[in-house]
């Protein structure tokens, strides 16, 4: 059976001449800091944003909402493979016989058709590393980050909707 | 030490002469896992004795991701974003940690630019994190003003990191061989321009928080742990070094390339109240910064343009064997074990061995005989991250 019987803390309660001196130095040592505060009120400017009103220009390199141009993916899932979350869902059929191989603006020929292009945006852990292996440069980080929605399901963005491709004409990057 | 399991029922005791008639016992309190001096979601039942604390249990577990687990299904590059998320607060030095480990089974050369880099970066980051221990430490201690003046300046360094690697606090910045991306001229500019101003900055923190009499009665003789009880439970940096013991992996077991920079180890002196405590625990991360600057300014002098990243195969593949790699990390000495299987995608074993979980491990050594109140300063003091903790 142990003993819990903890003795109280004891506090040195000390001479008259340390605690008048205590007190000097606690309103001095404090007085100070106050006036540093206080210098803040003139000296220094405020550094923070006010949110919806102003907005801060974002890096170029952030990384935000996931874009995928479908028009330039060639289904290679090498981005589905890197994933550490597994967050995208490809699938993709072959062309029909006879039919026009597309290529991508930077030249690779497009040989199976997009089927499915699924991000779970909930489930993206926003590392990047789908956009590094990407050979056609399609799969970016956009700097698009107020998409807060009311089911989770809502964070999981089809871009071959069309009112989703269309914003590949809104998104610079 | 006394694990939970085999405390018993506590005997009931007197607490005065008034009340010796009166059975008294023990009062179970939960501190945590939302309580804000938990920093986290630490959970500690403290078994207080009126104020007084008797027993104090940590409870872990609340932030378990199972990362080590999950790593084994990664591959090697995609392990790095789950050691950001280790010590969300130094993700950088986690990163380092990891990535250095694969290259040393790798044997890859990382060109010495971005060597020269990965130092700069972690040591903004060493300042970043103990900013935020500075001002959560304050707060907890019922001052609220430094922890803006804190976040302001963590505020300059997160932004650059940002504009050099895409993120804020989750960065997949050091890649295996190297660096995602490089600094440019001006950014360098404005490290430089950084260290000015928060060499200024720390000296107005002394001022304001480390000299403070209220602060000083606060912190100084509370949460007492000795060399002794360091050694005992395998406390490291600035737990260790503030008990006045001189370690530091970057001088004592040198990596990277730290051996060519010229720095000091600062360790708790006794200034006020007695090495060990709380306060000098607290100036030992303070004084921490001063030196983490003297390192970037050497850092930035020798910095000579070149690539940051070496050659490495598209799919990393290590030979069989282990490795252990340790590092200083703003709140100790992380170390990781990765253990390889020939012609595998992924680690076969990652363990983590975190400076937290060790420093929390020390709390029911400090904590009977406390106050609630001061024992709140001893948990604010070890500067936890329970992500870490529970990985």
Redesign the interface.
Known sequence: MNNFNTPAPHYETGSVKDYFSGLYKGITTTAKGMWITFKYVWAVKPVSIEYPEVREVLPERSRMRLFNDVLNCISCTQCAMACPVDCIYIASEKLPEGAEIKKTSNGQPIRLKLTQFVIDEALCCYCGLCTTVCPTECLTHTHDYEFSQYTIDGMKYDYLAPDVIAWRDRIVK | M?SRWD?????P?TINKATEQLKSE?LTLNMGPQHPATHGVLRIEI?T??E????AIPHLGYLHRCMEKHSEN??Y??????V?RLDYLAAMNMEWNYVMAVEKMLGTEVPRRAELLRIMVAELQRIGSHLMAFGTYALDLGAF?PFLYAF?YR?KIL?LF??????RL?Y?YYWIGGL??DWTDDQLDRVAHFCDEMEEEAK?YH???S????FVERTANVGVMSVQDCFDFGATGPVLRGAGFKWDLRKNKTYGLYNEFDFDIPIGTGEQGVPGDCWNRYIVRMKEVVESIKIIRQCLEKLEPGSVMAKVPKIIKLPKGEVYVRTECPRGELGMHLVAQEGEKSPYRLKVKSPCFTHVSMLPRVA????IA?FVASVGSIDIVLGEVDR
């Open positions: 006394q405390i018993g029922e506590p005997e005791r023990l078994w004795d009126s007084v604390v008797a027993h990664m591959d590059r995609a392990v790095i974003p789950f950001d003003t302001d505020e932004r940002e504009e050099v690697s895409g993120a989750l997949n995602w991306n107005k001022e304001l928080v000299m403070n009499k209220i009977p005989g406390q106050m001061d």
